[in-house]
């Protein structure tokens, strides 16, 4: 735990680590691949946005919506891996979204320490703020 930038230069740094896969910021993506320049390695990084759920043509569409859901509002979808970006293929698409809104609908949003609470709130005002605009 700590600041991404300091937390991700170390291992971009060591010449133990062979490969680094990173979803997350655009500050702390350059940082990481600034120190990579000294030491390259396998680099995969997401930067700039959230992680993207792809739903193929042949996907069981009930399978498919639960890890959707779970992306996206799994930790009141402020997790540096949550998946606000759905890639979904046209032939189902219709089908996958109709699955999403009712799932969406059914959770059960409260405290986040009551039972049954599948999203509690988001940390802090500002975020709110944000969430909202």
Do not use: Y
């Not at 062979?18 to 979803?23: E, T, W």
């Amino acid at each position: 735990m700590g600041a991404g930038g300091s937390i991700g230069r170390r291992p971009a740094e060591s010449p133990e680590v062979d490969a680094i896969s990173f979803p997350g910021s655009v500050p702390v993506g350059r940082e990481i691949a600034a120190a990579d320049i000294a030491n390259p390695t396998k680099l995969q990084m997401e930067i700039g946005s959230k992680n993207v759920l792809a739903v193929t043509e042949d996907a069981d569409l009930d399978l498919a919506v639960s890890p959707a859901l779970g992306g996206a509002f799994g930790g009141t979808g402020q997790k540096c891996a949550a998946s606000l970006r759905l890639v979904v293929h046209d032939a189902i698409h219709d089908a996958f979204v109709d699955r999403l809104v009712a799932g969406a609908r059914a959770m059960k949003v409260g405290h986040a320490l009551e039972e049954g609470t599948q999203m509690g709130p988001v940390a802090s005002a500002q975020q709110l703020r944000e969430d909202l605009a």
